[in-house]
Structures are given as structure tokens and as C-alpha cells.
């Protein structure tokens, strides 16, 4: 497998933080900050780091916002969803898996990411078609906490929400025309959220739900971005726990 490539400040300090394999790191000649702090634990890492000048990391990145730091990396692998499963219950938590169906764009997969890690999941399970795959962009959008959570890429999502009700998880569907609004449920106990991707919603996956929310939107706007969506219910997820004690 060829190197990954990430790019961006978060992105590569938080790789460094969480001991992904980092082959290389090229810094832009004139970057201070945080490029310090990259470089000193590069160092103590072993991991080689080489000042270039700012037009080269352009080239790389391909006119994304690199911030003078990018970086090669030994691929992130997929974790087999028995493997997310053992992770995710030994913890000491209540288990909280993100599932997303037919997530394509690369700015709101990381962005979810982002959310999904903060509020606390244990993992994030994606299908093997129709979904962006772990690039540097999805990297740079998760603000590095694609380095903080495992990610399970799966053949079937049906068959796979079939295997978390097996293993005792609560299935949780966001869908617009859902009757009860998401803080009406009891959203507590281990728990696999499941979010469509962006314009398209879940599809034939609701057959596989235990249970449907939405998003009450009285405004003019009818529907919500989908990781701001995803967001909002993963929030409440975490409010509900530390309400009752179990987060």
C-alpha cells in the first residue's frame, strides 16, 4: 500500500500524539508556531522532518490549506467490526457506534469524524461502496481526530446493523419523517446511530432501525447539513448519559 498523506497543523500533531506510523514530515521554510512543537516531537519520534519551500507542499496538498505541514504515513487501517465491537465494549462505557450510509463527500465524513470522536464514540463503521475513504482531506477536516477513533469499513450495513442488535445494541435511525422527535427518546445503553449521507437519507436501511428521530425544524429550511445533523443527536446521546450518570 502506498504512503497516506495528511496536511495541516491538528492533522499531523494529533497523527504524531496517537503514534501513527509517520514516515516523513515536510515543513515550509518561514512556518513557526505549532511547526516547532511538530518538530521537536518528530524528533523524539525518530520520524524525519525536511523544510521545503512553501510552493512544494501547494503542489502536494493540491491547493488545500496546508498550513506548512504535511506528512506521509503508513495507511490507517480498518478495524473488522468484531474487533470495533471488542474495543468498543471494554472501555468500561456504555458502546456508542456511529454508522454512515452513503457519505461521499470528504468535508462532511471528516467533520463528522470530528463530532463523532469529541462527543465521545467509540467507533465509526462505514460501507465499502458509495463512501470517501480515509484520505488527507477527511485528516484535515476532522481537526486529527481521525488519529483518536477507529473506523470499520463493511461489505453489508444491513447485515452488520442485524450483527449490533445480535450484540445487544439499541439501533437509532435520524429520518425526516420520523414521529418522535430525537429528545424524546430514551437515547442511553449501547447504542449504533445510524446517518444517512448527505440529500439522501437511509434508504432501505430504516427497515433495520429500532427506531426513527428527527430533527424538529419549524424555520424554512427543511433539512440540515448532514454532519451538523449527525452532531446535534450525538450531543444528546452524551446529555442523556451524563444525566443519568453513565458517561
Known sequence: MSDETIWGRNAVWE????????????IARGTHGKAREIMDRAR?????????????????????????????????GYLAVEELLEQAH?????????????????QNFGAMIRSAEAAGAHGVIIPERRAVPLTGAVSKVSAGA????????????????EQLKKSG???????????????EADLTG????????????LGHLEQNCDLLVRIPMPGHISSLNAAVAGSILLFEILRQRMDRGSK
Not at 15 to 26: D, E, Q, S, T, Y
Not at 190 to 201: N, Y
Request: aromatic share 6%.
Open 169 to 183: 445494541y439499541w439501533v437509532i435511525g435520524a429520518a425526516a419523517g420520523a414521529e418522535r422527535a430525537y429528545y
Open 190 to 201: 449501547p447504542l449504533a446511530l445510524v446517518i444517512g449521507g448527505e440529500g439522501k437519507g
Open 146 to 161: 481521525l488519529e483518536h477513533l477507529a473506523i470499520s469499513r463493511v461489505s453489508n450495513l444491513s447485515r452488520t446493523l
Open 44 to 76: 523524539e519520534a525518530r520520524v524525519p522532518v525536511q523544510l521545503v519551500d512553501r510552493e512544494v507542499l501547494d503542489s502536494l496538498a493540491q491547493g488545500a490549506g496546508h498550513q506548512g505541514i504535511f506528512a506521509y504515513l503508513s495507511p490507517k
Open 15 to 26: 497523527a504524531l500524539r496517537a503514534g501513527r506510523p509517520v514516515n516523513k514530515i515536510l
Open 90 to 106: 471494554g472501555g468500561g462505557e456504555e458502546p456508542l457506534l456511529v454508522i454512515l450510509a452513503g457519505w461521499e463527500d470528504p
